[in-house]
């Protein structure tokens, strides 16, 4: 059994961000020959190094994940305001719409494809061929 993997080997599943490449070491295991401390000195130096080259790329990608959603939380709260802002200028426009309707000084009716009465003033409703509650629909 070899004690170091080599980049892009692995000893199972691993989950790790695109783009990051990360190198995998497993402790070696212990020999009984003389100078072998020396060897998995070296070995968990570089498992050290690889992972803290690891945990700075994760840090620096998360990082930019946080600068992303601080971005993304501002354009929603810009595009809330502006959709707020939109409606409130929606519904004064209906106001309008609707009071200009209502004072015309002439019955007007709105009548949908299907023949249906949506929509009259009171000069119409006024002029005896329609009531509120039973000309809608």
Known sequence: M?????????SG???APAGL???????????TRQGAPGKEKQALARAFA???????A???SYSQLQAEVIRLRH??????????SSLAENQRMRQHLALILETLPCGVALLQADGAI?????????????RLGSAIG
Do not use: K, Y
């Not at 070899?2 to 692995?10: D, P, V």
């Not at 690889?50 to 700075?56: I, K, L, N, P």
């Open 75 to 84: 354009e929603l709260e810009d595009t809330n305001r502006d959709l707020r």
């Open 58 to 60: 994760l840090e620096h």
């Open 13 to 15: 599943p691993s989950v």
């Open 118 to 130: 949506s929509l009259f003033n009171p000069e119409r409703s006024a002029a005896g061929q329609f």
């Open 2 to 10: 070899r004690g170091i993997l080599s980049a892009g080997e692995s």
């Open 50 to 56: 690889s992972f803290a080259e690891a945990a700075a």
């Open 21 to 31: 490449r990360m190198a995998t070491a497993a402790i070696p295991q212990r020999s």
